[in-house]
């Protein structure tokens, strides 16, 4: 795995959000975390990134212990964080919050140039209004935006965490197909989303979160076939009688 999380804990105060959770990312996979609100998923995407602390447990990369790195150095090391929230530098331009996504390869020009090409053509609204505010673009540009830097990084990792927050259902269609190019291109992606069915349609495996444990993990057409997802998390009722969740470890 290039990714992996083993038994991470991370508490606020007395508050134990994630506890004693696990998961792996190998390269080229696409890996989706479910779990209801507040189930600790977005926490446990804060400490692979490095923005909350991990209490016991560790954060490895490429078999190095990053436990403790602080997020910046995470990024030149290739993982790259979209948070929630649409936190654009609203006073700059489309153009300048994707050149500041560069940052770390600010002396490559031709990698910049590279990656932003990609981005572009990704999303091609961003090329269209490259020298417009971030402030004038809608909720779903502005999303689109925040990826956008993200990948003007280079990174192996992607973090999302609940990109289609907020959008309207066509945005959040074309956000997947920008996602599902990623997917074709190889890029790592761990996503905490909402959107069960569409995050499982792109993704190669998942896990299932509840109170700040792992409750779950398979493939998708496991995740998508079994009884305790559809009934919690997709909304299919389930048949009287059926097993509750399996949890990871007996």
């Not at 993704?203 to 398979?218: F, I, K, P, T």
Request: hydrophobic share 45%.
């Amino acid at each position: 795995m290039a990714l992996e999380v083993d038994g991470a804990c991370v508490s606020y105060g007395r508050i134990q959000a994630v506890r004693d959770a696990s998961l792996g990312v190998a390269d080229g996979e696409f890996v989706c975390v479910l779990g209801r609100n507040g189930a600790g998923k977005s926490s446990l995407l804060r400490a692979v990134a490095g923005f909350e602390p991990v209490q016991s447990g560790r954060v490895l990369w490429d078999g190095a212990d990053i436990t403790r790195v602080p997020p910046h150095r995470r990024v030149g090391m290739g993982i790259a964080f979209v948070m929630d929230g649409r936190r654009v530098f609203r006073t700059a331009t489309v153009i300048e919050n994707l050149r500041l996504g560069s940052y770390i390869h600010r002396r490559d020009r031709r990698r910049i140039s590279t990656s932003l090409e990609r981005v572009t053509a990704l999303f091609p609204v961003l090329a269209a209004k490259s020298a417009m505010q971030a402030a004038t673009l809608s909720g779903g540009e502005q999303q689109m935006l925040l990826i956008g830097q993200a990948l003007m990084a280079a990174p192996r990792l992607l973090l999302l965490d609940e990109p289609s927050a907020g959008l309207a259902p066509k945005l959040v269609a074309d956000l997947f197909r920008a996602l599902g190019a990623l997917r074709v291109d190889g890029m790592q992606v761990l996503i905490v989303e909402q959107f069960v069915r569409q995050a499982l349609a792109l993704a190669d495996r998942g896990y299932v979160l509840d109170n700040g444990q792992m409750v779950l993990d398979g493939s998708t057409e496991e995740l998508l076939g079994s009884p305790s997802v559809a009934d919690i998390y997709i909304g299919r009722p389930t048949a009287a009688g059926d097993p509750p969740p399996g949890r990871c470890g007996g």
